[in-house]
């Protein structure tokens, strides 16, 4: 079936194309979530999969492999977001997720 809806990608049939999109989408976002750790990049990681492999579809040669061939280019993008240089590290005491300070301590229970 994959093989198929390649083909017929291939050949211009942007619904096989779609449908492709479809049976794939969850497995592309998850690799990426995986990757990344962080939902909204993983989401453009996908999209950003899909366009890449719709404008590379003719490169690939066989058909069947389209699925590893699929998650390798997702794999990759998010290796490279990995890398990017906009992800700085931010010091613990500066960021949200820095514990708060311990509660004072009661002088008085009720």
Same mark, same amino acid.
């Given at each position: 079936?994959?093989?198929e ?6 050949a211009?049939d942007?619904?096989a194309?779609t449908a492709l999109?479809r049976r794939f989408?969850?497995a592309?976002?998850g %690799? =990426? @979530?995986?990757?990344? /750790?962080?939902f909204?990049a993983?989401?453009?990681? *996908?999209?950003e999969?899909?366009?890449?492999a719709y404008?590379?579809?003719?490169h690939?040669?066989?058909? %069947? =492999? @389209?699925p590893?061939? /699929? ?5 990759n993008l998010a *290796?490279?977001?990995m890398?990017?240089?906009?992800l700085?590290c931010?010091p613990?005491a500066?960021?949200?997720? =820095? ?12």
């Open positions: 079936m994959v093989a809806w390649v083909a017929r990608a291939q211009g942007d619904e194309y999109v989408q969850d592309v976002f %690799a =990426a @979530f995986q990757k990344v /750790l962080d909204e993983a989401r453009d990681i *996908a999209q999969t899909f366009v890449r404008e590379r579809l003719n690939l040669r066989e058909p %069947a =492999a @389209f590893g061939w /699929l998650l390798r280019i997702a794999h *290796a490279s977001w890398r990017s240089p906009a700085r931010v613990l500066t960021s949200s997720l =820095a514990p708060s300070p311990p509660c004072p301590p009661r002088t008085a229970w009720p």
